[in-house]
């Protein structure tokens, strides 16, 4: 099981921000962190690598409002994944 731990950039427009928070605060696999500023740190815990990269490559990035994620580290479990 992948536990990825990221950095989210929110967009300056203080609507959008707020939707995305909400967003990312509603999908079972985030853990959301405090926001500072516009950057939001966030913990995802996926069922698979392929599923963890397709929520850093694609989910996340089509969400309105965010407008980069980074990755700060991914921890694979042992025989789990």
């Given at each position: 099981m992948p536990i990825s731990?990221?950095?989210v950039t929110l967009s300056d427009d203080e609507q959008q921000s707020t939707e995305a928070?909400?967003?990312l605060e509603?999908?079972?696999r985030i853990t959301v962190g405090d926001r500072q500023k516009n950057?939001?740190?966030i913990v995802a815990e996926t069922g698979s690598i392929d599923e963890g990269?397709?929520?850093v490559r694609d989910e996340l990035p089509d969400i309105e409002g965010v407008v980069f994620v980074d990755v700060v580290t991914v921890k694979f479990e042992k025989g789990r994944c």
């Open positions: 731990g990221l950095v928070m909400a967003a509603a999908d079972d950057r939001l740190p990269h397709r929520l």
